[in-house]
């Protein structure tokens, strides 16, 4: 039995579309699905990367890759839209997610992914996660300020650092083999029945 580890955040357009195939990935190979949540502004600034390597790029690379979302949201059917609000800062949101009892968090990661990269939604805004929350908003919007579910962030995004992690999504295999994007899942696949 394999093992599929995923370091993600909210904040990443590839993390958005790897995400929406992760666990199809996993039922076909038989692996068994960690998803790990990381603040990707936190990684960067610990491997010395620019904030938003997107911005870093010349305008032939920024327009081949929007174009290339737009693709690979076509060739797996879901949907995209590059939002207005770019970047957005995600720590609200995924602070939210690590508040959330476990059983709930997959429901509310899919949401917040889609409120933001389908719907142009503001999920720095207290009142989008309080709706994407649902029941229980309050406790769970309380909870985001507990020192402990900062530290599990903290902590979290210092496991990515460790682990070689240098953008998002990235996929760990076994956890040896890495990948980074999500024009990789077929060689995560490879791997992953090798």
Excluded: C, N
């Excluded at 207290?126 to 709706?131: A, K, M």
């Excluded at 953008?167 to 995560?188: S, Y």
């Amino acid at each position: 039995m394999h093992t599929l580890e995923i370091y993600w955040d909210f904040s990443s357009p590839f993390a958005y579309l790897g995400s929406t195939q992760a666990a199809k990935l996993a039922e076909r190979t038989g692996a068994t699905l960690v998803w790990r949540p990381m603040l990707l502004g936190g990684l960067f600034k610990a491997i010395g990367q620019s904030d938003v390597p997107l911005f870093t790029w010349s305008e032939a690379k920024k327009r081949y890759y929007f174009e290339d979302m737009h693709r690979w949201a076509a060739y797996w059917g879901v949907p995209f839209k590059f939002p207005t609000r770019f970047p957005m800062g995600s720590l609200k949101a995924l602070r939210t997610y690590l508040a959330l009892p476990e059983p709930r968090r997959a429901a509310f990661r899919e949401a917040t992914f889609r409120a933001y990269w389908a719907e142009d939604r503001d999920i720095a805004d207290d009142g989008v996660l309080r709706e994407l929350v649902g029941a229980e908003a309050d406790d769970v919007m309380a909870r985001t300020q507990d020192p402990a579910v900062k530290k599990e962030l903290i902590d979290a995004t210092q496991s990515a650092v460790a682990a070689g992690v240098f953008g998002a999504p990235t996929w760990v295999v076994d956890g040896k083999e890495l990948f980074w994007g999500q024009d990789r899942i077929p060689l995560v696949e490879r791997a992953l029945k090798g």
